[in-house]
């Protein structure tokens, strides 16, 4: 496809199947361990990172790590009284506002932001393809091996330990694995919209998938095919991949729903 | 050898309130033991308590390893992805290193103890309420452990998922396993060799004989219905789920 | 400050705001709903987009939008087979992805940051009157139905099975949140004005255990951080919605340090 041919083009289709894998590797397990708003604060609480990164010119995934871990700190003090949503929502909208005041103290450019927000189709460097596939290794590395700890703790929170089955390290194996995830895919889809790509075709997937395995080989599959349709749809309208893979995800999973009841 | 015994037992989720305390009883192979107490009474710390899982614990507990844990059936997610042979194959997980295949014989061989070898490939959640609790209970079988908790294994089943149930009981008593088994149904109680009383505090262990009205009332309170006879107390069946 | 007609603007729209904004986030909080209050502002960003492109007062977008999140949020929720959290966010992903989408894509963008951070300070008089008159109505209400909204909060703590009464009575605060969060969206944007609406009231049920005293004090702070967040914005050049967000946002943090 002609559309295809462009350099920036063959970038952006290398890190969306990457971004694919890594649907396929975490995306059953952010949707059957209900991770979707942990995904997407991740994605949010880097932002103010983001911004200090492009400003100062350190790599944009290390502020985003910077970033997510002082949220994650911030979160632990704060929800103290059991309203998690509440805290964990001031934390992310606060994150916001943060960004947009470094954003128009540090430099004016509009563009700038709506980058950090939306991610980029052109600006895609060799780094952050790199740094995707590492993490996309990684994580089908964790899957694997902690495959019957995950499943085990997911299907039955209570009679786990009696199993004999480890619980605690893997449950951090997953939440760093899936942090890990959220901030390779910030450049390609921007801050705002990590869960179109690694949750909302799980979520499609999940209402027809019987089993596991067909869950997870449906997500990396269905995610590559959506994220090729985006990147053409992006390349067309002129924007970037995240708001096109939300229209794109989005639309398969109302017609999926709708069509399956 | 004596499966499982404890002393003074007693312990909780926060630091300074018991949940549970001056639990004292034995296990010997081939017992079942019913644990009768209110809801709220004690019975599922006991049960956390056997495991390790809980937070704050006193006095003594031996085991004669690992037990299996037949939760109720609830409190397992119904919507996953899972067949009726995935959960019993969990079973396995603690002994299998993660890079070696699981052996599926255990599994099927669990399932078909169970009577549900026809539904292995079925997912769990499709099954009814009795086949559900049947499979969970595969799943303690696969793990081969001499001690079995079971979390009210027969509360809301359907009356044949309830005969096999309580007919592998008595296989299991033959092979020589100790089940400790919470539940609401006092009759049944009286079928099996001991009976443990809990309602906070232990309030008697021992042979059904030992369940006179006056220890039901100790343990129920208010829950309790005494018949016009005086005799006979009958346990009100409570749906929480 | 005051002597300059546009901050006086933008300090009239957001301390009519803050007083509407308070205690309808007091009342969110304890309905337990700080999710939704996120999830209906984001999601109505295609509306804000689509009246901005055809130039029409984004309190009209913003209704649209609200309109159309509700109802896929309602849709998505109702969803047994995947769940109502999961539902909702794929919805509100998906909506927010399609209003970038339209804000991105044309020839002559609208200003995709002032429909996302607010602004405040561009404030038109049409945009006031109807901030003004929604925050009015939505105080209203719940000054009307103050009663029974307590009783539904905390009937829903002691009673898990709902009654009909509780459920009627948290869907009426849904639509108070509807309104509140259209009143708020030109001023402060999709993406910040859940702040005014959630932190001012998380400080005031830290500060005070009873009901009425935790509504007026989540009025004064919203007002206070409008008043110090366009101070600061004013005198230290910074973006005058982020800066109220941040002072709504250092209210809840402070209480929890002092506490």
Redesign the interface.
């Known amino acids: 496809m002609s559309a295809f041919s462009a350099p920036y083009m063959q970038r952006a289709l290398v890190e969306i199947l990457l971004l694919a894998v890594l649907a396929g590797a975490l995306g059953a397990w952010i949707v059957?361990r209900r991770l979707a708003f942990f995904t997407h604060s991740v994605g949010t609480a880097a932002f103010p990172g983001l911004v200090v990164a492009s400003a100062w010119g350190i790599a944009p995934q290390l502020a985003a790590l910077g970033a997510a871990l002082g949220f994650a700190g911030a979160r632990e003090r704060l929800a103290r009284d059991g309203d998690e949503d509440a805290a964990t929502g001031i934390l992310l909208v606060g994150a916001l506002a943060l960004g947009a005041l470094l954003a128009s103290d540090v430099y004016r450019s509009g563009a700038g932001v709506d980058r950090l927000l939306f991610g980029t189709l052109i600006g895609l460097s060799d780094t952050d393809l790199l740094l995707t596939a590492l993490a996309a290794v990684a994580a089908l590395g964790a899957g694997?091996?902690?495959?019957?700890?995950w499943?085990?703790r997911?299907?039955?929170p209570?009679?786990v330990?009696?199993?004999?089955?480890p619980v605690a390290w893997p449950e951090r194996v997953l939440l760093a694995a899936v942090a890990a995830a959220v901030i390779v895919a910030l450049a390609a889809v921007g801050a705002l919209l990590v869960s179109v790509v690694l949750v909302v075709p799980a979520a499609t997937v999940?209402l027809l998938?019987?089993?596991?395995r067909?869950?997870q080989l449906g997500t990396g599959a269905l995610a590559a095919v959506e994220g090729v349709g985006a990147l053409w749809l992006a390349d067309t309208v002129n924007v970037s991949p995240g708001p096109a893979m939300a229209v794109v995800s989005g639309a398969v999973f109302a017609a999926v729903a709708v069509v399956s009841r | 050898m004596t499966l499982v015994r404890t002393h003074d037992l007693a312990g909780g989720y926060r630091p300074g309130t018991d949940a549970i305390t001056g639990v004292s009883f034995a296990a010997e192979p081939g017992e079942v033991i019913a644990i009768l107490g209110p809801n709220g009474g004690g019975k599922s710390t006991l049960f956390r308590a056997l495991?390790?899982?809980l937070p704050h614990r006193r006095g003594t507990v031996e085991l004669a390893g690992?037990?299996?844990?037949?939760?109720q059936t609830e409190?397992?997610?119904l919507?996953?992805?899972?067949?009726a042979l995935?959960?019993a194959l969990?079973?396995a997980?603690?002994?299998?290193p993660?890079?070696r295949r699981?052996d599926r014989t255990p599994g099927l061989e669990a399932l078909a103890r169970v009577g549900l070898e026809a539904q292995a490939g079925e997912?769990f959640g499709e099954l009814s309420g009795g086949q559900r609790q049947r499979v969970l209970i595969a799943?303690a079988l696969v793990?081969d452990a001499q001690v079995l908790?079971l979390d009210e294994p027969l509360s809301g089943v359907d009356a044949p998922s309830a005969a096999s149930i309580e007919a592998l009981f008595e296989e299991l008593r033959g092979e020589g396993r100790a089940l400790l088994v919470a539940t609401h149904d006092v009759r049944q109680a009286r079928a099996w060799q001991r009976v443990l009383c809990l309602h906070g505090r232990q309030i008697a262990f021992g042979v059904p004989g030992c369940l006179t009205p006056a220890v039901l009332q100790a343990t129920y309170g208010g829950e309790l219905v005494v018949l016009p006879d005086g005799t006979s107390a009958i346990a009100v069946e409570h749906h929480e789920h | 400050m005051l002597s300059d007609p546009i901050t006086r603007r933008a300090l009239l729209e957001v301390l009519i705001l803050a007083l509407a904004l308070g205690p309808l986030g007091v009342w969110v909080l304890l309905h337990r709903q700080a999710y939704a209050a996120e999830s209906m502002s984001h999601g109505l960003l295609p509306g804000l987009v689509l009246a901005a492109l055809a130039g029409v007062p984004l309190v009209l977008g913003a209704a649209g939008g609200a309109l159309v999140a509700a109802g896929a949020i309602a849709l998505a929720a109702r969803d047994e087979?995947v769940?109502a959290d999961l539902g909702v966010a794929v919805a509100v992903s998906t909506l927010f992805g399609a209003g970038a989408l339209l804000a991105l894509s044309p020839e002559v963008p609208p200003r995709l940051e002032e429909l996302l951070f607010g602004d405040l300070l561009g404030i038109s008089g049409a945009d006031l009157l109807a901030a003004g008159g929604l925050a009015v109505a939505v105080g209203a209400a719940l000054a009307a139905a103050h009663r029974p909204l307590a009783l539904s909060a905390f009937d829903r703590e002691a009673a898990p099975s709902l009654g009909a009464a509780p459920a009627r009575w948290e869907s009426a605060l849904l639509v108070l949140l509807g309104v509140g969060t259209v009143a708020a969206a030109p001023g402060l944007g999709s993406l910040l004005l859940v702040a005014l609406i959630i932190a001012p009231a998380a400080a005031a049920l830290q500060l005070s255990r009873r009901l009425a005293p935790a509504l007026a004090i989540a009025a004064g702070l919203a007002a206070l951080a409008g008043v110090g967040g366009l101070a600061l914005s004013y005198y230290a050049d910074l973006a005058a919605g982020a800066s109220v967000a941040m002072c709504a946002v250092a209210a809840p943090i402070l209480a929890r340090l002092a506490t």
């Open positions: 059957l694997a091996a902690l495959r019957r700890a499943l085990a997911a299907f039955d209570d009679g330990r009696a199993l004999g089955v999940r998938a019987r089993d596991l067909s869950l | 495991l390790g899982e690992r037990p299996a844990y037949v939760p409190r397992a997610r919507d996953f992805p899972v067949s995935d959960v969990m079973g997980y603690g002994r299998t993660f890079y699981l997912r799943r793990q908790l | 087979r769940g």
